[in-house]
């Protein structure tokens, strides 16, 4: 398993970055039915957009309901370059947490409402530190620093939150956030397992957790965040503006039927799906290590949303957002696998 990225990863990250800014200040333009641009980040958390796209999923129901569909991928970190991304018009689909779902959905309400489409399931994610002292959040001191991708946007970052108002009250919410630093996932991983670095914490999602586990022996769990929310619910999941949904009602119903398609893939080819995903990534991730994380019985693929909207009333509650959700439907959009959601 390869910690470190080499200098080819470096230079690839290097000029997606470039490419992702140089889309972020691209002018708002008119998108025809047919055209598809999606917003990813690292982990397996994004399995069912890695095999649509090995698969050729949407395009394989876009031509069932009449339409070219040409699918372009952009890989980014942190929900806030996710939803500037969307907001500016350089992606349609944008994945992220649910955390930078809900910030999105009160900033855009009422104007662009923007709003989820889907889950991409249900995944256990980890606080991981590897200093012995920290046992519990209440350990972690000033001078340790936990990793996450955006301070106070992202679902790690939200969850962390909310754990904190738990134990310290709705006024100190936040009290963690001033030790916490944005890092993509892969280079707060390589920090985690070398140790000797100020990022002692690292909250995550899988793979990278699981590796942090078992390349540095002081590496322990902190934290759960189906401890946090009470049990399953959906970590990461896609969302779109009205405005693409309803002037491109082939091209998002081909979406959503691919993903569909992909769930039921996964559930019945485990190790197909490893496959693929090794393949998409281009990565070194232990292929056991992989298989154990999709047969984790906690690990579910389905996109109807599950557990989210506690997390949003909390974030109601403390002032994250200003309006407040009465349901999961008024931040996910009223499609049929929806009405089940939670």
């Given at each position: 398993?390869?910690?470190?990225?080499?200098?080819?990863?470096?230079?690839?990250?290097?000029?997606?970055?470039?490419?992702?800014?140089?889309?972020?200040?691209?002018?708002?333009?008119?998108?025809?039915?047919?055209?598809?641009?999606?917003?990813?980040?690292?982990?397996?958390?994004?399995?069912?957009?890695?095999?649509?796209?090995?698969?050729?999923?949407?395009?394989?129901?876009?031509?069932?309901?009449g339409v070219d569909i040409k699918v372009e991928w952009l890989?980014?970190?942190?929900?806030?370059?996710?939803?500037?991304?969307?907001?500016?018009?350089?992606?349609?689909?944008?994945?992220?947490?649910?955390?930078?779902?809900?910030?999105?959905?009160?900033?855009?309400?009422?104007?662009?409402?923007?709003?989820?489409?889907?889950?991409?399931?249900?995944?256990?994610?980890?606080?991981?530190?590897?200093?012995?002292?920290?046992?519990?959040?209440?350990?972690?001191?000033?001078?340790?620093?936990?990793?996450?991708?955006?301070?106070?946007?992202?679902?790690?970052?939200?969850?962390?939150?909310?754990?904190?108002?738990?134990?310290?009250?709705?006024?100190?919410?936040?009290?963690?956030?001033?030790?916490?630093?944005?890092?993509?996932?892969?280079?707060?991983?390589?920090?985690?397992?070398?140790?000797?670095?100020?990022?002692?914490?690292?909250?995550?999602?899988?793979?990278?957790?699981?590796?942090?586990?078992?390349?540095?022996?002081?590496?322990?769990?902190?934290?759960?965040?189906?401890?946090?929310?009470?049990?399953?619910?959906?970590?990461?999941?896609?969302?779109?503006?009205?405005?693409?949904?309803?002037?491109?009602?082939?091209?998002?119903?081909?979406?959503?039927?691919?993903?569909?398609?992909?769930?039921?893939?996964?559930?019945?080819?485990?190790?197909?799906?490893?496959?693929?995903?090794?393949?998409?990534?281009?990565?070194?991730?232990?292929?056991?290590?992989?298989?154990?994380?999709?047969?984790?019985?906690?690990?579910?693929?389905?996109?109807?949303?599950?557990?989210?909207?506690?997390?949003?009333?909390?974030?109601?509650?403390?002032?994250?957002?200003?309006?407040?959700?009465?349901?999961?439907?008024?931040?996910?959009?009223?499609?049929?696998?929806?009405?089940?959601?939670?």
């Amino acid at each position: 398993m390869t910690l470190f990225p080499s200098f080819k990863e470096r230079l690839r990250r290097l000029l997606t970055a470039t490419l992702a800014l140089s889309l972020l200040g691209a002018p708002l333009m008119a998108r025809a039915e047919g055209q598809l641009r999606i917003a990813e980040q690292f982990g397996i958390v994004y399995l069912l957009l890695n095999v649509a796209q090995d698969q050729q999923l949407i395009e394989k129901h876009g031509k069932a309901a009449g339409v070219d569909i040409k699918v372009e991928w952009l890989k980014l970190s942190g929900g806030s370059a996710i939803n500037d991304a969307l907001l500016s018009g350089s992606v349609d689909i944008a994945g992220a947490g649910v955390g930078p779902l809900l910030t999105i959905w009160d900033r855009t309400y009422g104007r662009q409402n923007v709003r989820g489409a889907a889950s991409l399931g249900n995944f256990p994610y980890y606080l991981v530190s590897n200093n012995p002292k920290v046992k519990t959040i209440a350990d972690f001191s000033d001078k340790d620093r936990i990793a996450l991708p955006a301070v106070g946007v992202s679902v790690q970052s939200r969850v962390l939150q909310l754990a904190s108002a738990k134990l310290w009250g709705d006024a100190q919410y936040n009290r963690l956030d001033k030790i916490s630093i944005a890092v993509p996932h892969p280079d707060a991983t390589a920090a985690i397992i070398s140790g000797g670095t100020e990022i002692t914490g690292h909250f995550g999602n899988p793979p990278f957790q699981e590796q942090e586990l078992a390349g540095n022996p002081n590496a322990h769990i902190v934290l759960k965040s189906y401890d946090v929310l009470g049990g399953p619910s959906s970590a990461t999941v896609l969302y779109a503006t009205e405005k693409f949904r309803k002037d491109n009602p082939k091209t998002y119903r081909a979406f959503l039927d691919a993903l569909e398609e992909t769930a039921s893939f996964i559930r019945a080819n485990p190790d197909k799906a490893a496959d693929i995903y090794l393949k998409v990534n281009k990565g070194n991730t232990d292929r056991k290590l992989l298989l154990q994380i999709i047969k984790n019985p906690e690990v579910q693929f389905k996109i109807a949303p599950q557990n989210t909207y506690g997390l949003a009333e909390f974030m109601h509650r403390v002032g994250a957002i200003k309006n407040k959700p009465a349901s999961v439907k008024d931040y996910f959009f009223d499609d049929p696998h929806v009405q089940g959601g939670s």
